[in-house]
C-alpha cells in the first residue's frame, strides 16, 4: 500500500484541451481504498457524474523530485 494523502477531484478537460483541470472535492485519505470507496458517495453529494471524478495521491516536491531520476 502506497501512503496518502489522497483526495477525490473532478476531472475536467477544456474543450479543444488536453490539459485537464483537477478541483478537490474531498481530501485527506488514508489511503487509495479509503477514498475510492467514499467516489460514488462525493460525486453524488456533488451532483457529479462518477466518471468525471477520480482518486489522486499528494505528493511533495522531495517525491516528485524522485521521480525526475
Known sequence: M??????ICHIDFPENS????FKTL???YDSAEAAYRELEK???EEKLDVSECG???E???EEAEDFKS
Not at 502506497?2 to 483526495?7: K, L, N
Not at 488536453?18 to 483541470?21: L, T, V, Y
Open 26 to 28: 474531498r481530501f485527506g
Open 59 to 61: 505528493i511533495d516536491r
Open 18 to 21: 488536453d490539459a485537464a483541470i
Open 42 to 44: 462525493v460525486a453524488a
Open 2 to 7: 502506497i501512503p496518502g494523502p489522497y483526495a
Open 55 to 57: 482518486v489522486i495521491r
